[in-house]
């Protein structure tokens, strides 16, 4: 099973870089999350999006992009990388919460990004 | 915006030994999850509340949500090593479960 997938693991970027940070989960989630963890800090969210085609800023947006052309792929979009972005990223899925009862989130093991 | 604070930020017991991690929320809490992050690995859920006084038990961990109180509890009995990690409260403020926070972490170390 493979749940959610974030690829890559680690990267090292250089200041003013751009990259996207992928993410697919095969679990036909409607849901779909990006979050940062700083160290000491919680998760902080940054976008997430209700289906294909729907996207919302969460609490931290600024200096990111998404988009979502599929159910399965929420990729992450750095444009000029600069040092604030240096965390560990988390990608996370869900079913849609208007069922019966809100459903759990479901992450991806992260990618540890440096820039320098 | 809701802010959800843990305590205690770390803890180090003894193996065999029982312990409480706290998750107080500055709103009323319509959903309380609990999810455990080992070192360069992504968050595994363990439990979700949503009903105050609810109590859910999975092996020797049990959570409970005391509504009135805006805070939830995580009580492990009999710690063993496998329990070691940083423990995560998330928050569902708003009845959607779309925009959840998070709790900065409990850290806990078992020893021999």
């Known amino acids: 099973n493979a749940g959610v997938t974030q690829t890559p693991k680690f990267r090292i970027l250089k200041i003013g870089q751009s990259m996207t940070l992928q993410c697919a989960q095969d679990?036909?989630?409607?849901?779909m999350y990006w979050y940062r963890q700083d160290p000491g800090m919680g998760l902080k969210l940054i976008y997430y999006s209700v289906g294909a085609g729907i996207t919302d800023k969460g609490e931290v947006p600024n200096g990111y992009n998404v988009s979502r052309s599929t159910t399965e792929d929420f990729p992450l979009r750095l444009e000029l990388a600069a040092p604030s972005q240096t965390s560990v990223y988390f990608c996370?899925?869900?079913?849609?919460?208007?069922?019966?009862?809100?459903?759990?989130?479901?992450f991806g093991d992260g990618t540890r990004l440096s820039i320098l | 915006s809701q802010e959800l604070e843990q305590s205690p930020q770390s803890l180090i017991v003894q193996e065999g030994k029982n312990l409480t991690i706290n998750c107080t929320s500055s709103?009323?809490?319509?959903?309380l999850y609990w999810y455990k992050q080992k070192y360069g690995e992504g968050l595994i859920f363990l439990m979700m509340l949503q009903k105050g006084g609810e109590e859910k038990s999975h092996e020797k961990i049990t959570a409970k949500l005391d509504e009135k109180k805006q805070q939830s509890s995580l009580h492990i009995t009999a710690s063993q090593p496998s329990h070691a990690g940083i423990y995560l409260c998330g928050a569902d403020s708003a009845g959607t479960a779309s925009k959840l926070t998070f709790g900065t972490g409990t850290r806990l170390q078992v020893t021999l």
């Open positions: 996370a899925s869900s079913w849609d919460h208007r069922g019966p009862g809100n459903q759990p989130q479901h």
């Open positions: 679990m036909n989630h409607n849901y």
């Open positions: 709103k009323t809490l319509y959903g």
